[in-house]
Every structure is written in structure tokens, then in C-alpha cells.
Antibody
Framework: QIQLVQSGAEVKKPGASVKVSCKASGYMFTSSGMNWLRQAPGQRFEWMGFISTSDDGRNYAQNFQGRVTMTTDTSSATAYLELRSLRSDDTAVYYC???????WGQGTLVTVSA | DTVMTQTPLSVSVTPGQPASISCKSSESLLHSDGKTYVYWYVQKGGQPPQLLIYEATKRFSGVPYRFSGSGSGTDFTLQISRVEAEDVGVYYCMHSLPGWTFGQGTKVEIK
């Protein structure tokens, strides 16, 4: 079955960067792009962007332009999200979700605290 | 940007009774390809969301028949015909293309 397995929880200081991974299995990785989203405590889901796993085309949400980079490694069927210049309000659970919306990773808690 | 507004934000339902959640968008969600890219999810506990309905009215594989989606244009509804204890969770509507925009969520509890 399709699985998206994300890396473990992270604690970062303000100004630092974080890189979250999402390893896919159970389907052809390059057949579906990957979305990244986050859910801060008490907030609705926030879409961060999309990366095509076939041609590396990217579409970042305006709120994250300049601070986010999404990449893929097709050899390991893994997608990556890097977020830089972290602030306390970046504290959230970060999710990868396969194009189409039917499959999500389990989530990665990123805590930004001095 | 499109805004998705759900009502109610919380509902308490007696098992076996119906429940209905409304989702209104700030603009028409009918895409130029004729489809309406509205989805409904449920999030239980600390789990990621589970897809229930896609393209406004289509039940996702394995989703019980008591869940149905309806609506078009700017007004959409998720209905649960007879709520069961396992249906407890937070329900979200979502619009894609462009990007993914979510409603604020509706908490469903059992009386």
C-alpha cells in the first residue's frame, strides 16, 4: 500500500533552518507530485507548495517565497522540505501529501524556541 | 485568495442521527475543465487527515456509504446519514487549484 514516512520531530532556535524528509513507497514516485502543508496549533492547514517529482517544477505559496525550498531524490523516492529563517510562529506539524490528496505522511512536529 | 468558511464549528450528535457540515467559498470553485475541486477530510486524534470526498461529490475508496458530499459553485455540504461513534473528529473542506485552501474545521462529537 502507499506510504509516506516522514522524518522525526525537530527542535530549532529562531533563525535556524529545518529540513524535513518524506519517503514514499507503494507507488511510482515520479507519477505524482508532492505537496507540503503545515498545521500550527489551533490553526487551519496552510499549504506551503508543490513539487513535481517528474520534472522538479515547483509552485511555492506566496507566504513562503524566499524561505522555502522543496526538492526530491528520485533514487530514494524521497521528497524534502527546507524552511529557513525560522520564527516561533513556524512551530507546527508539517505534512507531505501526495498529489490528489489521498495520501499523507504522518506529520513532523517542528518546534521553534529560544 | 479563496476563503473557505465552514459552519458550524462544532456539533454534538446522538449516534444514529444525521449530521451536516456546510462549507462556503468566497468565489465559484467550478474549474474551467468542468470539475469542482472540493475535498472533505476527517482528522482523528493526532493523525493526518483522511480523505472522504473528492471533486465535491465522489466518495473515496473505502469510505462508508453514510458519508456523502453535495454542492456546486460556492456552497458545499458534507452529510453523515447516521453518525457512529467512530465518526468523532475534526472535518475539513478543502479547495485545490491553485494551491490547497482549507476551511477552519468542524469538530464532531457524540452526545
Amino acid at each position: 500500500q502507499i506510504q509516506l514516512v516522514q522524518s522525526g520531530a525537530e527542535v530549532k532556535k529562531p533563525g535556524a533552518s529545518v529540513k524535513v524528509s518524506c519517503k514514499a513507497s507503494g507507488y511510482m514516485f515520479t507519477s505524482s507530485g508532492m505537496n507540503w502543508l503545515r498545521q500550527a496549533p489551533g490553526q487551519r492547514f496552510e499549504w506551503m507548495g508543490f513539487i513535481s517529482t517528474s520534472d522538479d517544477g515547483r509552485n511555492y505559496a506566496q507566504n513562503f517565497q524566499g524561505r522555502v525550498t522543496m526538492t526530491t531524490d528520485t533514487s530514494s523516492a524521497t521528497a524534502y522540505l527546507e524552511l529557513r529563517s525560522l520564527r516561533s510562529d513556524d512551530t507546527a506539524v508539517y505534512y507531505c501529501a501526495k498529489e490528489g490528496g489521498s495520501d499523507w505522511g504522518q506529520g513532523t512536529l517542528v518546534t521553534v524556541s529560544a | 485568495d479563496t476563503v473557505m468558511t465552514q459552519t458550524p464549528l462544532s456539533v454534538s450528535v446522538t449516534p444514529g442521527q444525521p449530521a451536516s457540515i456546510s462549507c462556503k467559498s468566497s468565489e465559484s470553485l467550478l474549474h474551467s475543465d468542468g470539475k469542482t475541486y472540493v475535498y472533505w477530510y476527517v482528522q482523528k486524534g493526532g493523525q493526518p487527515p483522511q480523505l472522504l470526498i473528492y471533486e465535491a461529490t465522489k466518495r473515496f475508496s473505502g469510505v462508508p456509504y453514510r458519508f456523502s458530499g453535495s454542492g456546486s459553485g460556492t456552497d458545499f455540504t458534507l452529510q453523515i446519514s447516521r453518525v457512529e461513534a467512530e465518526d468523532v473528529g475534526v472535518y475539513y473542506c478543502m479547495h485545490s487549484l491553485p494551491g490547497w485552501t482549507f476551511g477552519q474545521g468542524t469538530k464532531v462529537e457524540i452526545k
